[in-house]
């Protein structure tokens, strides 16, 4: 890579002090931050990764270990304060997140069922629960040591700066299923050729599906082979609506090309 050039920008340092110095320069700036935080698990907030200076080191550099090598940074639940404490932590690094974030900016932030409330509760303070966009569930690998239950799954907390401004111009998430727009040209085709004629249409597109090789990614959408004046829909049994049941007559149509 070449550092003179480039104009991505890398920056090593305890994550508050460099908020602190991003605040001039990219005040407003941002489009998209994501942030994993420590966990709060009774264990320490910092990591032992493997940084230039040890440990022990950054520890007695940081504050949170004394002269006599006595570290006092351990959270556990048997003491007071036990969320306070994380929560003392996280407010101001993701007050000065926000700062950073434009309008149309959104943050995007990992964590597990210690603090996921706590949490939320917290960037609806700062954020406005008016601008929570999603609490996304991540299923993540299962382990084998679990008391009770082997509790397989995470959550990362989706908040906008200010969710008006992504309504005002349109802007979704969203990605396109393979092989669903190349079914919508094709409905689009057979309703140019048979206009109102919804029986000719559904036949026609019945026969494209069948005509086409087993890899090409529209095949394993073949039961979409209904039509109407809206697009290609699927027609299933309702009468199990868990589970990837009902959820709609429509749930693939034009409105996912």
């Known amino acids: 890579m070449n550092f003179d050039t480039t104009e991505n920008l890398f920056i090593e340092g305890d994550n508050l002090e460099v908020l602190k110095l991003l605040q001039?320069?990219?005040?407003?700036?941002?489009?998209m931050i994501y942030i994993d935080p420590p966990y709060n698990t009774g264990k320490e907030f910092i990591y032992p990764d493997?940084?230039?200076e040890s440990l022990d080191t950054y520890l007695q550099y940081a504050g949170l270990k004394d002269s006599?090598?006595?570290?006092?940074?351990?959270?556990?639940?048997?003491?007071?304060?036990?969320?306070?404490k994380w929560l003392n932590m996280m407010y101001p690094r993701l007050y000065l997140a926000r700062n950073l974030m434009r309008d149309d900016g959104v943050i995007f932030i990992s964590i597990d069922d210690n603090e996921v409330e706590n949490l939320?509760?917290?960037?609806?303070?700062?954020?406005g629960e008016e601008n929570q966009i999603a609490c996304l569930?991540?299923?993540?690998?299962?382990?084998?040591?679990?008391?009770?239950?082997?509790?397989?799954?995470?959550?990362?907390?989706?908040?906008?700066?200010?969710?008006?401004?992504?309504?005002?111009?349109?802007?979704?998430?969203?990605e396109e299923k393979p092989g669903a727009k190349e079914i919508w040209e094709q409905y689009i085709s057979l309703r140019k050729s048979h206009d109102d004629n919804d029986t000719a249409i559904e036949a026609?597109?019945?026969?494209?599906?069948?005509?086409?090789?087993?890899?090409?990614?529209?095949?394993?959408?073949?039961?979409?082979?209904?039509?109407?004046?809206?697009?290609?829909?699927?027609?299933?049994?309702?009468?199990?609506?868990?589970?990837?049941?009902?959820?709609?007559?429509?749930?693939?149509?034009?409105?996912?090309?």
């Not at 001039?24 to 489009?31: E, L, N």
């Not at 939320?120 to 954020?127: A, T, Y």
């Not at 690998?141 to 008006?164: C, I, P, W």
């Open 24 to 31: 001039k320069s990219y005040y407003g700036k941002v489009k």
């Open 204 to 257: 026609g597109l019945q026969s494209w599906f069948a005509q086409l090789p087993k890899a090409h990614p529209s095949k394993k959408w073949s039961r979409y082979k209904r039509v109407d004046q809206c697009g290609p829909w699927r027609d299933r049994d309702i009468s199990w609506p868990g589970g990837d049941g009902y959820s709609g007559p429509h749930d693939l149509d034009h409105r996912h090309r």
């Open 137 to 174: 569930v991540w299923e993540k690998g299962r382990k084998n040591d679990a008391k009770l239950f082997s509790v397989g799954h995470e959550y990362m907390l989706v908040y906008a700066k200010t969710s008006s401004v992504l309504k005002e111009r349109n802007i979704v998430w969203r």
């Open 68 to 84: 006599e090598g006595r570290t006092f940074s351990t959270n556990t639940a048997n003491e007071g304060r036990f969320h306070t």
């Open 50 to 52: 493997n940084f230039s």
């Open 120 to 127: 939320r509760r917290m960037c609806d303070e700062i954020f």
